[in-house]
């Protein structure tokens, strides 16, 4: 069957793992990834969000993975190691520094043990509150750019969007809401992400499954062995995806991996 070989799977959270907002989760899905953890096969989260959020919001109560991509794969962990670290250079966060003061947009910053915004304002209030997720504490910008800054998540609209990849053109983002983005520097993305954890793990990309809903798993589905989209994500996952299966609260984890033989 064509899961077999699969020797590690990866879940991105919001919309695949868990619902998004009310972050229900269906018991197949915990039950799904009990059992590819008894067979020996690695379970790694790969996804936006920073390990605090997941912490502190209580998004994944009583589930165990061996590992995670955070931050779109910015840090990479594999059995509480570190296995990989992109961070933006300090000429990156100066232009960007700029960029937000002069049109006094809001953005969050994501460092490894840490995440902060420069200021609030009505549309990080909104965005952050269509994902169930609190606003983050203020915290002043001095020296910026001697921090270890992995993601930042600016408050903008497309046209702002274009006009800060032109200043950063080093620099990539996904937008997940219609006033915000993930931003990044190159050599960041969920399929680096997914490489780091296959070379600690000794395998390969085709020996991995990856479940995803939207735009910032794409890359991930391509290059995993076998993608899987999830039923209530968007088309341009689904085109990306090997498979489609069912939605979340469809049990459409546990279907597509009893369907594909991985359990």
């Known amino acids: 069957m064509a899961g077999e070989n699969i020797r590690a799977v990866f879940f991105d959270i919001d919309g695949t793992l868990a619902a998004v907002k009310t972050h229900i989760i269906p018991e197949s899905t915990r039950e799904a990834v009990r059992r590819l953890r008894e067979k020996g096969i690695a379970c790694v989260l790969s996804t936006g969000r920073h390990p605090l959020e997941v912490k502190e919001e209580n998004i994944l ?29 300090a000429a990156q966060l100066l232009r960007l520094k700029e960029f937000l003061e002069q049109r006094g947009r809001s953005c969050i910053f994501l460092e490894k ?38 993601q930042v998540v600016p408050f903008i609209d497309k046209e702002e969007e274009r006009e800060l990849l032109a200043l950063l053109p080093d620099c990539k983002l996904t937008r997940w809401g219609e006033g915000v983005v993930d931003f990044l520097p190159t050599g960041g ?11 600690e793990l000794g395998i ?58 991985v359990i």
Do not use: H
């Open 61 to 89: 109560p009583e589930f165990t993975f061996d590992g995670g991509i955070w931050l779109t794969g910015q840090f990479c962990e594999l059995n509480g190691k570190c296995v990989k670290q992109n961070c933006f250079s």
């Open 204 to 261: 390969t990309p085709r020996q991995t499954m990856a479940f995803g809903d939207a735009e910032n798993d794409i890359s991930m589905l391509r290059l995993s062995g076998i993608g899987v989209a999830m039923g209530n994500g968007e088309q341009s996952a689904k085109e990306a995806a090997d498979y489609v299966t069912d939605r979340i609260e469809e049990d459409g984890i546990w279907k597509a991996l009893k369907k594909l033989g």
């Open 113 to 150: 043990d840490a995440m902060y915004c420069n200021l609030v304002d009505e549309r990080i209030k909104k965005e952050q509150a269509g994902i169930g997720t609190a606003v983050p504490p203020v915290r002043d910008l001095e020296k910026l750019e001697k921090r270890e800054i992995l």
């Open 189 to 199: 993305g969920k399929e680096q992400g997914l490489l780091a954890v296959c070379e």
